[in-house]
């Protein structure tokens, strides 16, 4: 069809008209005709109401949400300042020369026939344990992580076990005592130590770990 006119693109359907009156539509709604015809200067005071309208909002949100922001940061800082602080009272590593490449380990911590055992997001317990950091041995990654999510400080010893996914337990001497002292709320929250008769009523992380652990636990006696 040949028709003079200029060509629109909205909503991704074509509209060909004239300048005072339709000739072709298809798949265009009238709103959208409407508004190709409307006055310059109309369309001019309502690209100014919109941008009124969005300085308001931003306005508005700058004052009530600023306030959330500085909360935030509080927290934020509050929380660097505990890490900051775990940090400078770290312990050195007892093992000068332990298991290189491993990517995780953890420790299984006994004193006077019961486990230290920690309870993490989500309702789920565990040994203490987590990655390794660059060139640190799996040992004193065990010892690190044990001391940053207990408070308690051990020494690891011979290996426990070792997992599918790389993940090697320890046997650990707990050498400050039985006290804990939480520095990671957020992640950690509540450690504790535990009798093997009580493994079966906690909500473990891993299915059958509390089983493995148990067994190791016998087995060593």
């Known amino acids: 069809m040949n028709v003079a006119g200029k060509?629109?693109?909205i909503h991704n359907y074509p509209a060909i008209f004239r300048t005072n009156s339709v000739h072709f539509f298809s798949k265009f709604d009238i709103y959208g005709i409407f508004y190709l015809k409307r006055s310059k200067k109309w369309r001019r005071i309502r690209r100014e109401d919109k941008k009124t309208v969005a300085l308001d909002l931003k306005q508005?949100?700058?004052s009530y949400g600023g306030r959330d922001v500085m909360k935030v940061s509080w927290m934020?800082?509050?929380?660097?300042?505990?890490?900051l602080s775990a940090c400078s009272?770290?312990?050195p590593c007892s093992v000068t020369s332990g298991d290189k490449g491993v990517p995780s380990?953890?420790?299984l911590a006994v004193d006077n026939g019961e486990l230290l055992l920690v309870k993490i997001m989500g309702g789920?317990?565990?040994p203490p344990g987590g990655a390794t950091m660059r060139n640190e041995s799996a040992q004193c990654a065990a010892e690190r992580e044990t001391?940053?999510?207990?408070?308690v400080?051990?020494?690891a010893g011979e290996l426990a076990a070792e997992f599918d996914n790389g993940f090697r337990l320890y046997w650990c001497e707990a050498v400050s005592g039985r006290e804990i002292e939480i520095s990671r709320p957020i992640e950690i929250q509540h450690a504790d130590w535990y009798a093997p008769e009580l493994f079966q009523h906690l909500k473990w992380r891993y299915a059958n770990q509390a089983d493995i652990i148990q067994t190791l636990m016998i087995e060593r006696q």
Not at 76 to 83: G, P, S
Request: charged share 15%; proline share 3%; hydrophobic share 45%.
């Open 105 to 107: 380990a953890g420790c």
């Open 7 to 9: 060509v629109a693109v």
């Open 76 to 83: 934020l800082l509050m929380i660097t300042a505990v890490m």
């Open 153 to 155: 400080q051990v020494s």
């Open 147 to 151: 001391w940053e999510e207990t408070g």
């Open 89 to 91: 009272r770290q312990p």
């Open 60 to 62: 508005i949100s700058e």
């Open 124 to 126: 789920t317990y565990g």
